[in-house]
C-alpha cells in the first residue's frame, strides 16, 4: 500500500505578512486561485488514489483543510499544538499502525513547488518500490543552484541501484561558508524534505532514536480510535519532544537513500522564492498585482489590493497585504520572521 501524508501545520513566517499565524502560507494563493496545499493534493491525486491522502494538521487550521480539500474529516490528523515534524510523523505512523496496517508512507510538506510532475511522480514511484522492498527510508535530493543556508543538506556516497544513492549524514542548515563550499561539491545536495518509509520504520526510528517522543506516542496510540482518543492526544502531545524528524531521526539514522531528483523544486518559504518561479521584467523585477514602478530594479513587489508605486528603488522586497505595508532589503530578508514573531505575541 502507498499513501501520503501531507503536513500542513506550519506558520510560514518568512512569507509574513501575507502568511501570518491564524492563516498560514500553506493556505494562501501567491500567484493565482490555487492554495498552495491545494495544489499539493491535486499533484498526489493524480498517482495516488485520493482515499489514500491524508494531512496532518494544527486544530486551528481544520477548518481551512475542510474548506479547500475535498477530503473527508477521517482523513485528517489533528494536532493540539505545534511540536515540529518529528512528533507529527510519528502521530501519522501511529494512526495507521493502531488500525493493523504498515503502508509506505510519502511524508511530504504542503508548500513546495513542483515544475515537473511527471518526474515528480515518478520518482516518488521509485522510492516506493525501494521502501516496499526494504526497511529503509528514502528521501528526494536536490542539486544546490546556489550556496543556500535556510535549507539542511544531504552527503551521499558512491554506488546505489538505480539511482538510490546511500546516504552517508543529514546536516541542518549550515553556516554561509560551508554552504559555499558544498554548493560546489558533487556529493551534496539539498535536503528536500520529503521521506518515503514504511509506518513501522517510522515507529521503529523514533523507538531508537527518540526513546521519550516514542513513549508519548504509544500512548496517544492506544487511544486510538477509542472514546479516550481526544482526552489522551489533549493531555499527552503538549509534552512530546519538540524537534525536527531531520534532527530527530535522520541525522543518526543508517539505511538511508537518497534518490537524486531535477523536476524543478523550490521550498516556497520566503519572498525570494518568487523570483525563482517567476520571470522577471526587463527591469529584474518580479511584481505580483497591480503596479507602476518607474527607475526600479531588481525588487520583488507582491500586492494582492492595492496598488503599488515605486520610484528609483533597487534590491528591495515590498510586500503589500492585510493593511500592512513591508519593506526590506533583499539581503536582511532573513529577519522579516521577527515581524511574525512579534504578531504571534501581540506586539
Excluded at 99 to 107: R, S
Excluded at 309 to 328: E, F, R
Aim: aromatic letters at 8%.
Amino acid at each position: 500500500m502507498l499513501k501520503a501524508v501531507v503536513l500542513a501545520g506550519g506558520s510560514g513566517t518568512r512569507l509574513w505578512p501575507k502568511s501570518q499565524s491564524h492563516y498560514p502560507k500553506q493556505f494562501i494563493s501567491l500567484l493565482d486561485h490555487e492554495s498552495m496545499l491545494q495544489k499539493t493534493v491535486k499533484r498526489l491525486s493524480k498517482f495516488i488514489s485520493p482515499e489514500d491522502i491524508h494531512i496532518v494538521t494544527l486544530s486551528q487550521y481544520a477548518d481551512y483543510v475542510c474548506e479547500q480539500v475535498q477530503l473527508p474529516r477521517r482523513q485528517m490528523m489533528i494536532e493540539p499544538e505545534n511540536r515540529d515534524t518529528a512528533a507529527c510523523i510519528g502521530l501519522s505512523a501511529m494512526h495507521f499502525l493502531r488500525q493493523g496496517l504498515d503502508p509506505v508512507l510519502i511524508t511530504i510538506p504542503a508548500d513546495h513547488y513542483i515544475a515537473d510532475e511527471q518526474a515528480f511522480q515518478d520518482a516518488l514511484l521509485q522510492a516506493y518500490r525501494q521502501a516496499r522492498r526494504e526497511p529503509c527510508i528514502v528521501t528526494l535530493g536536490i542539486k544546490p543552484t546556489r550556496p543556500e543556508t535556510g535549507y539542511g543538506y544531504i552527503k551521499v556516497a558512491a554506488g546505489g541501484a538505480k539511482g538510490m544513492l546511500p546516504v552517508e549524514r543529514f546536516t541542518e542548515k549550515p553556516d554561509l561558508p560551508t554552504a559555499q563550499l558544498w554548493y560546489t561539491a558533487p556529493d551534496y545536495y539539498w535536503n528536500s524534505g520529503i521521506f518515503v518509509w514504511r509506518a513501522s520504520v517510522i515507529r521503529d526510528l523514533i523507538g531508537e532514536h527518540m526513546p521519550h517522543l516514542a513513549e508519548g506516542l504509544r500512548k496517544i496510540g492506544q487511544a486510538l480510535g477509542t472514546d479516550r482518543e481526544s482526552e489522551v492526544l489533549r493531555a499527552e502531545y503538549g509534552r512530546l519532544e519538540k524537534q525536527s524528524i531531520d534532527v530527530g531521526v535522520l541525522e543518526k539514522a543508517r539505511q538511508l537513500y537518497m534518490l537524486p531528483v531535477s523536476f524543478g523544486w523550490d521550498d516556497l518559504g520566503s519572498w525570494s522564492a518568487l523570483a525563482r518561479i517567476t520571470e522577471p521584467d526587463a527591469n529584474g523585477n518580479i511584481v505580483v498585482g497591480r503596479h507602476r514602478l518607474v527607475d526600479t530594479h531588481n525588487c520583488i513587489v507582491y500586492s494582492d489590493r492595492q496598488s503599488v508605486a515605486a520610484i528609483g528603488l533597487d534590491n528591495l522586497i515590498i510586500a503589500v497585504t492585510d493593511g500592512v505595508i513591508m519593506i526590506s532589503p533583499k539581503d536582511r530578508e532573513q529577519e522579516i520572521r521577527t515581524f511574525s514573531l512579534k504578531s504571534e505575541e501581540g506586539q
